[in-house]
């Protein structure tokens, strides 16, 4: 940062603002309604901070709160909230003035630098990791130094240039946010399209779905699909008859129970051994990711716990996996013949192939409908729990064997468009990331804005101010007198969530 432009220069924070003043430039009456600031007001790298919560000075002047002004620049030092980003000019203040979380640095400028423009500068990424790095403090509750903060160089531009560097970044940014905000929609969106297109699956209404050479019809009756309901023949079904989803099924359609069309439905081991650092994976719910089996930070069995497992159940290849406890109906299908186990909270299902696709199977239970009737057999006073009883009774639409695979590969190959879509999303999304980092950085070394001659060089500018302010003698602080019980100390910090707060005020 040393080749700047003329006009420009480096200056230490504390030459420039006044670190968490301690008084405001007018104090306010008790009587007096200021904006009250919790941390979660300071939203994370957008500068926007919400001041519309008012309280009476009265009630907090004596609790240790960081004061701060119109005008002042708002930068929390406390992890996580310091690399999230929260860092705000405090604009909008009742009556001009608020007090707020002891976890933020309070900067008030002395005149030669412009609140906006250093808000900008303290929301780089650059400036925050390197921040992080100087924290100081325990694990989880680590803090920027005060002289940290104080002696962090910054580039000084002339006045005039940094509105016009507030302007012109203003403006890019809104469009680099403007462009994450689509790539997160998109991304949004093409979550939204996985229970749409296997709901389509379900009903037959996929486009371009042909057996022998024609195409599916739904002209099957709702009451005629519903006299075809055969129960389950080893289980009282939780979900009757009516629960067939009402809508008419294609020509050489019908329903069946999930037990007529399975050699099994079964769940893990209830009595798993003990786990072990290496061995034979044993996969739990967090493991079923994607309609796939996941082996990341999975748990490991003995070979001869691996053994003891089986004899229950030992997946095989299209095996269709649901999970059945906390979280209801995520599926996955087994796609390799590695051995593992499952834990108990996992069901698992071995279709009869000559009736029932597995493939078709995993998008049926992923459809709206499925994952709805999931979700409503479950029962449990605790947490949601789908029985296998439950899971046996579920009505399945069955087409014939070639169609339940037409229908299949016209879901693999949408569903490969998304990855495509969602790959090209990302790296837009990294783009424009990294976008941002440039042109921010492209702004604090002058390399943003056109400079003007005629523009006061920073360095004038920061003598004059230095000279006035020593020119004025300190004020004398009156002494405090001995510490009586309406002296309220901070109430103590705790966490909760991703923002420091404290106890009694919601900071």
């Known amino acids: 940062m040393t080749d700047l432009p003329e006009g420009w220069t480096i200056?230490?924070?504390?030459?420039?603002?006044?670190?968490?003043?301690?008084?405001?430039?007018?104090?306010?009456?008790?009587?007096?309604?200021?904006?009250?600031?919790?941390?979660?007001?300071?939203?994370?790298?957008?500068?926007?901070?919400?001041?519309?919560?008012?309280?009476?000075?009265?009630?907090?002047?004596?609790?240790?709160?960081?004061?701060?002004?119109?005008?002042?620049?708002?930068?929390?030092?406390?992890?996580?909230?310091?690399?999230?980003?929260?860092?705000?000019?405090?604009?909008?203040?009742?009556?001009?003035?608020?007090?707020?979380?002891?976890e933020f640095f309070a900067l008030r400028p002395f005149g030669a630098i412009e609140s906006e423009y250093l808000a900008l500068f303290l929301l780089q990424r650059s400036v925050r990791r390197e921040a992080e790095r100087h924290m100081s403090g325990a694990v989880g509750l680590r803090r920027v130094p005060r002289a940290y903060i104080a002696g962090l160089p910054v580039p000084v531009p002339p006045l005039a240039e940094q509105r016009r560097i507030v302007?012109?970044?203003?403006?890019?940014?809104?469009?680099?946010?403007?462009?994450?905000?689509?790539?997160?929609?998109?991304?949004?969106?093409?979550?939204?399209?996985?229970?749409?297109?296997?709901?389509?699956?379900?009903?037959?209404?996929?486009?371009?779905?042909?057996?022998?050479?024609?195409?599916?019809?739904?002209?099957?009756?709702?009451?005629?699909?519903?006299?075809?309901?055969?129960?389950?023949?080893?289980?009282?079904?939780?979900?009757?008859?009516?629960?067939?989803?009402?809508?008419?099924?294609?020509?050489?359609?019908?329903?069946?129970?999930?037990?007529?069309?399975s050699e099994f439905v079964i769940d893990g081991d209830h009595n798993p051994p003990k786990r072990v650092p290496h061995g034979i994976p044993h996969i739990t719910a967090k493991n079923i990711k994607g309609f796939r089996v996941s082996f990341e930070n999975c748990s490991f069995l003995?070979?001869?716990?691996?053994?003891?497992?089986?004899?229950?159940?030992?997946?095989?290849?299209?095996?269709?996996?649901?999970?059945?406890?906390?979280?209801?109906?995520?599926?996955?299908?087994?796609?390799?013949?590695?051995?593992?186990?499952?834990?108990?909270?996992?069901?698992?299902?071995?279709?009869?192939?000559?009736?029932?696709?597995?493939?078709?199977?995993?998008?049926?239970?992923?459809?709206?409908?499925?994952?709805?009737?999931?979700?409503?057999?479950?029962?449990?006073?605790?947490?949601?729990?789908?029985?296998?009883?439950?899971?046996?009774?579920?009505?399945?639409?069955?087409?014939?064997?070639?169609?339940?695979?037409?229908?299949?590969?016209?879901v693999d190959a949408l569903f490969a468009r998304r990855m495509l879509a969602n790959q090209s999303v990302a790296r837009a999304a990294l783009r424009v990331g990294n976008l941002r980092s440039s042109v921010s950085s492209g702004a604090f070394s002058g390399k943003l804005m056109p400079q003007h001659p005629n523009d006061e060089p920073a360095s004038e500018l920061l003598a004059r101010i230095r000279a006035e302010r020593a020119a004025v003698p300190p004020k004398q602080r009156a002494p405090r007198g001995p510490r009586t019980q309406k002296d309220k100390p901070a109430p103590p910090t705790r966490v909760i969530g991703r923002d420091y707060q404290q106890g009694e005020l919601p900071l």
């Not at 399209?193 to 379900?202: I, T």
């Not at 129960?231 to 069946?256: C, D, Q, V």
């Not at 992923?366 to 479950?378: E, R, V």
């Open 302 to 410: 003995t070979e001869e716990g691996y053994l003891q497992t089986s004899r229950r159940y030992s997946p095989g290849i299209n095996d269709v996996l649901v999970t059945c406890v906390g979280t209801i109906g995520r599926t996955a299908l087994v796609s390799t013949d590695q051995r593992f186990s499952v834990d108990r909270n996992i069901a698992a299902i071995r279709t009869l192939k000559d009736r029932l696709s597995p493939a078709y199977l995993n998008y049926v239970l992923n459809s709206h409908t499925w994952q709805n009737m999931m979700a409503t057999a479950s029962s449990s006073s605790a947490q949601p729990h789908l029985y296998l009883g439950d899971l046996r009774a579920l009505p399945i639409p069955v087409p014939p064997i070639s169609e339940q695979v037409a229908i299949t590969q016209k």
């Open 167 to 261: 302007a012109g970044l203003g403006e890019y940014l809104s469009l680099i946010a403007a462009g994450l905000r689509g790539s997160d929609q998109a991304i949004l969106r093409s979550q939204l399209l996985v229970p749409a297109v296997c709901e389509a699956a379900a009903r037959g209404e996929l486009p371009q779905v042909f057996v022998d050479g024609c195409l599916s019809e739904a002209i099957v009756p709702a009451e005629v699909a519903r006299s075809d309901w055969v129960e389950p023949p080893r289980r009282r079904p939780p979900i009757s008859a009516k629960n067939i989803p009402s809508w008419s099924l294609p020509r050489g359609w019908t329903w069946a129970s999930l037990d007529e069309l």
């Open 11 to 102: 200056a230490p924070l504390a030459d420039l603002v006044d670190v968490n003043p301690r008084r405001f430039d007018v104090v306010p009456d008790d009587k007096d309604l200021i904006s009250l600031v919790p941390m979660a007001s300071v939203e994370a790298e957008s500068g926007r901070i919400d001041a519309s919560k008012g309280v009476l000075y009265g009630e907090v002047k004596n609790r240790s709160l960081t004061a701060f002004q119109e005008g002042d620049v708002l930068f929390a030092k406390v992890t996580p909230c310091m690399e999230n980003g929260k860092v705000a000019v405090a604009r909008g203040l009742i009556g001009g003035r608020g007090l707020g979380s002891t």
